[in-house]
């Protein structure tokens, strides 16, 4: 049990496109869901926590324009990120705890490259 | 602000070896702990979770938590090879909205 899902796994884009990650969690409901963001040999840096039905919570220093988060749903939550640049490419993960927990189970993460 | 630290390690056993791996945190009022695995260039995976003090045990995996001295450790018996990742320590933010707050991890190394 507990199982989240990412797509795409790996992902390769021109600079300033938009590329849209989805995060799903397979066998649980999730109000909430969060994303991550890791650096080579750098720890996890959390980006925003992702609510159902309602805006995210962005971290400081983060840009809201730029990650749009969507949590329509108590299984799914999107991240966008929005004209991509280089310094953009890392390994974007995103966790999901089930309603009503505290426990973060993560999904297996989407690596970007923005060339 | 809340702080986990962690030693950056690496931490290196032999295989065969109990390892042990120590975490501190700066809230007091903290109320829950995990350890979690991540194998170098994939996401984390959870190990163990532990909410009272002393000690909980999951095959080879044991975490102690002692709210006092506001440390948690984990130990892994028998260490193996395959055991060798750097290892998170998360602790709850305690705030309602389910944060956790990571350490930087301690990379253990199992030689064979």
């Known amino acids: 049990g507990a199982v989240v899902s990412q797509h795409p796994s790996r992902v390769i884009c021109k600079s300033g496109t938009s590329v849209k990650i989805e995060c799903r969690s397979l066998d649980f409901q999730a109000t909430t869901m969060f994303w991550y963001r890791q650096f080579p040999k750098q720890s996890l840096m959390l980006m925003a926590t992702?609510?159902?039905?309602?805006?995210?919570?962005?971290e400081q220093g983060v840009e809201k324009d730029k990650f749009l988060i969507n949590h329509a749903s108590l299984t799914l939550s999107t991240l966008t990120v929005t004209s991509a640049h280089p310094e953009d490419s890392s390994f974007y993960i995103c966790?999901?705890?089930?309603?009503?927990?505290?426990?973060?189970?993560f999904g297996p993460g989407t690596r970007l490259l923005v060339l | 602000q809340k702080e986990v630290e962690q030693n950056s390690g690496p931490l290196s056993v032999p295989e065969g070896a109990i390892a042990s791996l120590n975490c501190t945190y700066s809230?007091?009022?903290?109320?829950?702990f995990f350890w979690y695995r991540q194998y170098s260039g994939k996401s984390p995976e959870l190990i163990m979770s532990i909410y009272s003090n002393g000690d909980k045990e999951d095959g080879r995996f044991t975490a102690q938590l002692n709210k006092a001295s506001q440390y948690v450790s984990l130990l892994i018996r028998d260490s193996q090879p395959s055991d060798s990742a750097t290892y998170l320590c998360?602790?709850?933010?305690?705030?309602?909205?389910?944060?956790?707050?990571f350490g930087t991890g301690t990379r253990l190394l199992v030689s064979p």
């Open positions: 966790s999901a705890s089930p309603t009503g927990g505290e426990t973060q189970y």
């Open positions: 809230d007091r009022v903290s109320q829950s």
């Open positions: 992702s609510n159902e039905g309602s805006k995210a919570t962005y």
């Open positions: 998360a602790v709850g933010e305690n705030t309602g909205f389910q944060k956790l707050v």
